[in-house]
C-alpha cells in the first residue's frame, strides 16, 4: 500500500533483498494530484504492477470510475510505464472509455506504436467461488488486450485449491489463481508447482493485502518456494485448528537440510469425518499434486484409521489397538498406510535419557499420569515393550478403561489396592511386567516407580504455575536414576520439570517427543534419517529457547 514514494521504494527495496522478483503497488489511496506516480515506476528498485483497487472489489479506493481512470492516465502517460497494470474486469467490461484507454496503454496484438505494460485482468471474490467463474475466465481470455488473467476467491475448504490448480496447469493464458482465507495457502505456495505466474507475499504478517497472504520470508524460507517444481512431493498437517503447529517449520527445515524435493504444509480441516474424508480423498485422487503424507492430530486420528480402512489400506497393529494413528503414508502407487509415531517416539525419548535400549524397558516401572489421547499410545507402547503401567488419573474409571485395553492379562485393573481380584499395591513391585493396572491420582506420592510420564496439560503454556505432582506430593523414591517425562512442549521446561531436576531426576522435555515422532514420521516418508539436530534447533528458535 502505498502512503509515500519514499516509503514505497524502502519497502520495495526490503522485497529486492528477500528474494521477490516484482512488486505491486497498490495506489488505492495514493491519488491526489500531487502524488509522484510518474516517479512511483521510475524509481522502483524493482518491476512493479500498478493497481488501484476499487471498495467494490475489495480494495480502498473509493473514487468514481470517471476519477480513477484519470488517475491510470496520469500513471500511465507521465513515465516509464509499470510491466504491469491490474485492471478488475468488472471495470474492464462496464467501461467503454476504460477499455479504449487500456488499448492505448499496454502490449497486445494490433498495438499501434509502442506500450511496454502488460494488462492483468483481475476478478476477485471475498466470500466464495463465483458461480461464474468460467464465465469469467472465457471473458479474459477473449480479451486481446489482456496478457495475464487474475482470479481469487475465498477459499470454502482445501478443496478449493484443487480447481485453482487445475486452472493454472490448463494454461488458458499466463495465469494467477489464488484462493484466500487460511484453507487457500496451498494455493499460494504451490503457484510454483503448477506453473503459476506468480503468487504475492507480504513484508510483514501485518501487511497483507489480501486474507492468508503468507510473508516474503515465510513463502521463501518457511516454504521453500525457489526449490518447489513439477514433482514436489506434498505434505502437511491435518487438524483443526492447526495454525499453531510447529510441524511445518520442522518438517521443511529436513526437507532443506537433506536436499529432498518435498513441502510441507498447515492442512485445516473440520473436525467431522465426512470432511477429512472428501478433502483428504481430493488431494490423493489429483496424482499432479504428488501428495504423500500427512502428520494427523487433534481431532482426525480416529477419522484417519476410519479413511485408511475404507480405501483398503494398510494399518499399522499397534495403531489399530491404540485406535488412533497420526501418520498417513501415500505410496506412489497410490497405496496408504496409517501409522502411530508418538508411541515410538516416547519410548526412544525414555530410553535415550536412560542410555539403555527398547528391550531393557521390560519389567520396568512406569507411571503414567492422565488418560486421554496422548496417555494411550505411551501406556500401549510402554506396555508391548514389557513394562509394568499404572495409569494414575483424577476420574478412575477412565483409568480402568484406558488399563483394560492394554493390559497383558486379567483387566489389570486395581484401585490402589492392587490388581482386580488381588491384594498389595498397584503402584508397588507386584505387578507382573507388562502389565497395566489404574490407580486414583491421589495414590501418586506412594509409587515406587522409575518412570514418571505427564500426559496432561498441566502446566502447559499459557498456565505454566502449574504442576500435576506438587513438589509436597511427590513420590518418596524420587532422585538418582528416577526419570520424569513431561509431554508438554511449550514451555520446553515445565514447572513439573524443573522441581523434578532439582530433586536429581533425570528429566526429559515434550520436545523430545516431539521431535523424534516428527523424525519418524520424516524417515517413513523419504527414507533418509531425519537431522534431529536441525529439528531440536527449530524448536528452540520457535520456543526462543
Not at 248 to 260: C, K, L, R, S
Not at 432 to 451: M, N, R, S, T, Y
Not at 465 to 473: F, Q
Request: charged share 20%.
Amino acid at each position: 500500500m502505498v502512503e509515500a514514494v519514499q516509503q514505497a521504494h524502502a519497502a520495495a527495496a526490503r522485497a529486492a533483498e528477500g528474494g521477490a522478483d516484482l512488486v505491486e503497488y497498490r495506489i488505492d489511496t495514493f491519488t491526489g494530484p500531487d502524488c509522484d506516480l510518474a516517479g512511483l515506476v521510475d524509481g522502483s528498485p524493482l518491476p512493479c504492477i500498478l493497481t488501484c483497487r476499487p471498495v467494490w472489489e475489495g480494495g480502498l479506493c473509493e473514487l468514481d470510475e470517471t476519477a480513477r481512470l484519470k488517475v491510470f492516465e496520469r500513471a500511465m502517460t507521465a513515465g516509464r510505464p509499470p510491466a504491469y497494470i491490474d485492471i478488475e474486469l468488472a471495470a474492464y467490461q462496464k467501461s467503454p472509455d476504460l477499455r479504449r484507454a487500456v488499448a492505448r496503454w499496454v502490449d497486445h496484438p494490433g498495438q499501434v506504436g509502442r506500450a511496454d505494460a502488460g494488462l492483468i485482468l483481475s476478478s476477485h471474490d471475498f466470500e466464495q467461488r463465483p458461480v461464474d467463474l468460467y464465465q469469467r475466465i472465457e471473458a479474459m481470455v477473449a480479451a486481446a488486450a489482456c496478457r495475464v488473467i487474475k482470479l481469487a476467491w475465498r477459499a470454502r475448504s482445501l478443496r478449493d485449491n484443487i480447481e485453482a490448480f487445475e486452472l493454472l496447469r490448463h494454461g488458458y493464458k499466463p495465469t494467477i489463481a489464488l484462493c484466500m482465507g487460511e484453507a487457500g495457502l496451498p494455493s499460494r505456495v504451490l503457484a510454483r508447482k503448477f506453473n503459476g505466474l506468480l503468487t504475492f507475499a507480504a513484508l510483514e504478517a501485518d501487511q497483507a493485502t489480501a486474507p492468508g497472504q503468507p510473508t516474503l520470508e515465510q513463502l521463501k524460507t518457511l516454504y521453500r518456494w525457489d526449490a518447489t517444481g513439477p514433482l514436489t512431493r506434498v505434505y502437511g498437517v491435518i487438524g483443526h485448528p492447526v495454525g499453531h503447529s510447529m510441524s511445518p517449520a520442522i518438517h521443511n527445515a529436513g526437507f532443506d537440510h537433506t536436499g529432498f524435493d518435498g513441502v510441507y504444509l498447515p492442512m485445516p480441516i473440520p473436525p467431522d469425518y465426512t470432511h477429512f474424508k472428501a478433502t483428504v480423498g481430493a488431494w490423493l485422487d489429483m496424482a499432479d499434486l504428488h501428495f504423500r503424507g500427512a502428520s494427523v492430530t487433534i481431532p482426525h486420528k480416529e477419522n484417519l484409521l476410519r479413511f485408511v480402512a475404507e480405501r483398503g489400506g494398510q494399518i499399522e497393529p499397534l495403531a489399530a489397538r491404540i485406535g488412533a494413528a497420526n501418520t498417513l503414508t501415500v505410496g506412489d502407487d497410490g497405496t496408504l498406510h496409517a501409522s502411530n509415531s508418538d508411541y515410538a517416539a516416547a519410548l526412544d525419548a525414555v530410553c535415550n535419557g536412560l542410555g539403555i535400549g527398547r528391550a531393557e524397558l521390560a519389567g520396568r516401572r512406569v507411571a503414567v499420569i492422565g488418560a486421554g489421547g496422548a496417555a494411550r499410545a505411551i501406556v500401549a507402547g510402554f506396555a508391548a515393550a514389557g513394562a509394568t503401567v499404572v495409569v494414575y488419573n483424577r476420574t478412575l474409571e477412565r483409568a480402568r478403561q484406558l488399563a483394560e485395553a492394554f493390559s497383558a492379562g486379567g483387566d489389570g485393573v486395581g484401585d490402589g489396592g492392587g490388581p482386580a481380584g488381588g491384594g498389595g499395591d498397584a503402584a508397588g513391585t507386584d505387578v507382573a511386567p507388562g502389565k497395566v493396572v489404574a490407580a486414583p491420582l491421589e495414590k501418586l506420592c506412594d509409587c515406587c516407580c522409575q518412570i514418571y510420564i505427564n500426559c496432561t496439560p498441566i502446566g502447559m503454556h499459557p498456565d505454566v504455575d502449574k504442576t500435576p505432582i506438587e513438589a509436597s506430593a511427590a513420590p518418596r523414591q524420587w532422585g538418582e536414576g528416577t526419570v520424569v517425562f513431561d509431554t508438554i512442549y511449550n514451555p520446553i521446561e515445565t514447572r513439573l520439570l524443573r522441581e523434578a531436576r532439582a530433586a536429581d531426576c533425570i528429566t526429559i522435555p515434550g520436545t523430545e517427543m516431539f521431535t523424534r515422532q516428527a523424525a519418524a514420521q520424516f524417515q517413513t516418508w523419504t527414507g533418509r534419517e531425519a537431522p534431529l539436530e536441525v529439528f531440536e534447533g527449530v524448536m528452540r528458535k520457535r520456543m526462543g529457547g
